[in-house]
C-alpha cells in the first residue's frame, strides 16, 4: 500500500473527527500536500474507496460530488476553488455568535470533536479571553479528550468532564456549543448524546448553538453508525450557519 493509499483509508477508518476536518484531509491528500501526488487511476480508486465513510458526514460527499461531476482532469481547480469557498468558515461562524451575546467569562458546554467548533471557540477566546469549557468525554468513542487536549494546547481555560457529569452541570453553564455533521428544517446529525445535553440545557433555560454551514443542509437526515442520533429543532436551539441564524426553525430566547 502507497503512502497516498494509506492516508485515504486513514480517512475512511477515521471515527475522531467531524466532516469538515475529513473534508480538508481529502484535500490535502488528493492536492499531494505532505505526500505523494496522486496519479489518475489513484484519484479514481481514492473517490470510489471515500464513499465507504459514513453518510452522516454529509461535507465528505459533498466534496466528491463536485470532484466527480467536474472530471478526473479538474481536479486541482476543483481543490483550489473549494479550499478558498470554505476556509474562513469558522471566522464568519464567530462573528455571527460575537454578534449574538457577550461572552465574557461564559461557561461553555461542548461534547464530541469538530474541527469547526474548536476553531470557532478558540476565535471567541481571542475575543474574550476569560471564556471556559466544559468539554465531555463522549461516549462510547472518547473522542472528546482529543478536543480537550486542544483547547488546552489553545490556552483556554477547560475542563474534562464525562457525560454524565455534564448533564449535571448544565444549569451552571451559559451556553453550548455544539457542532453538526447534517440537518434539515426539522432537526440535526450529531454525535450520540447530543440530545440529553440538549434537553438538559434547554430545560435549563440556557441557549444552544449548533455550528453548521450550508454543505450540511439536506433533503431527508441518513446516517448508518449508531454513533449518531437526530435532535429535533425547537426553542432555545440557534442554528448558526455562514448566513447567520437560520430564522425558518429558530425561536428567539
Not at 2 to 23: C, M, P, V, W, Y
Amino acid at each position: 500500500m502507497t503512502t497516498f493509499e494509506k492516508r485515504i483509508q486513514e480517512i475512511i477508518n477515521d471515527r475522531a473527527h467531524g466532516s469538515s476536518t475529513l473534508a480538508s484531509k481529502i484535500v490535502q491528500a488528493l492536492s499531494g500536500y505532505g505526500g505523494e501526488q496522486p496519479d489518475r487511476q489513484q484519484l479514481k480508486w481514492a473517490l470510489k474507496s471515500l464513499r465507504q465513510v459514513d453518510k452522516s458526514m454529509v461535507v465528505v460527499h459533498h466534496l466528491l460530488d463536485e470532484l466527480e461531476a467536474r472530471g478526473y482532469k479538474a481536479v486541482p481547480e476543483t481543490l483550489e476553488h473549494y479550499d478558498q469557498q470554505w476556509r474562513d468558515i469558522d471566522q464568519k461562524l464567530a462573528s455571527h455568535l460575537l454578534r449574538q451575546r457577550n461572552w465574557d467569562s461564559s461557561q461553555i458546554l461542548t461534547h464530541s470533536h469538530s474541527g469547526v467548533l474548536l476553531s470557532v471557540i478558540c476565535r471567541l477566546h481571542e475575543c474574550s479571553p476569560s471564556i471556559e469549557v466544559w468539554q465531555t468525554v463522549s461516549a462510547p468513542g472518547g473522542e472528546g479528550r482529543l478536543q480537550y487536549q486542544a483547547l488546552q494546547r489553545g490556552g483556554i481555560q477547560s475542563h474534562l468532564v464525562t457525560d454524565e457529569q455534564a448533564l449535571a452541570r448544565a444549569p451552571d453553564m451559559d451556553a453550548a456549543l455544539f457542532g453538526v455533521d447534517q440537518y434539515n428544517d426539522q432537526a440535526l446529525v450529531n454525535k450520540r448524546g447530543t440530545g440529553v445535553l440538549a434537553d438538559a440545557m434547554l430545560t435549563a433555560g440556557k441557549p444552544v448553538f449548533v455550528l453548521g454551514d450550508s454543505r450540511k443542509r439536506v433533503d431527508r437526515l441518513s446516517w448508518t453508525s449508531d454513533l449518531f442520533e437526530s435532535v429535533p429543532f425547537r426553542e432555545g436551539i440557534y442554528l448558526v450557519t455562514e448566513t447567520g441564524l437560520l430564522p425558518a426553525f429558530i425561536t428567539s430566547s
